[in-house]
């Protein structure tokens, strides 16, 4: 089902397995990750290894640090993701959180 589909945007993101073909799907025109349709997908496919779950997780964090968008759109988007995931929705969040607020301290601390 999953023939390495390259994602024209991104190189490194390929459609040959269950989050290659959800991070592909949900990608805009612009290279813009859409959460909502990685959720809606989710509901139609089996459920994600670890390592799935987390590289759909990392392009998210790649979008939102991009675009800057705000903290509780980001909350509410993950949580929704987690649920449909079968996942802790708050675990979710929090692992987000810890890692997005040590790159803020380091930047502060750095900068």
Not at 5 to 15: E, F
Request: a neutral charge; one cysteine or more.
């Amino acid at each position: 089902m999953f023939d390495s589909i390259r994602c024209w945007w991104n190189k490194k993101y390929t459609a040959n397995d269950l989050a290659g073909f959800i991070i592909w799907r949900s990608t805009a025109l612009f290279g813009d990750f859409r959460m909502n349709i990685a959720t809606d997908l989710l509901k139609y496919y089996r459920q994600l290894t670890d390592e799935e779950y987390n590289k759909i997780l990392q392009r998210y964090d790649e979008h939102v640090s991009h675009w800057n968008i705000p903290y509780e759109v980001i909350a509410r988007e993950l949580g929704l993701f987690a649920r449909a995931a079968g996942r802790d929705p708050k675990a979710t969040v929090k692992i987000w959180w810890d890692k997005v607020g040590e790159q803020i301290l380091k930047g502060v601390l750095d900068g």
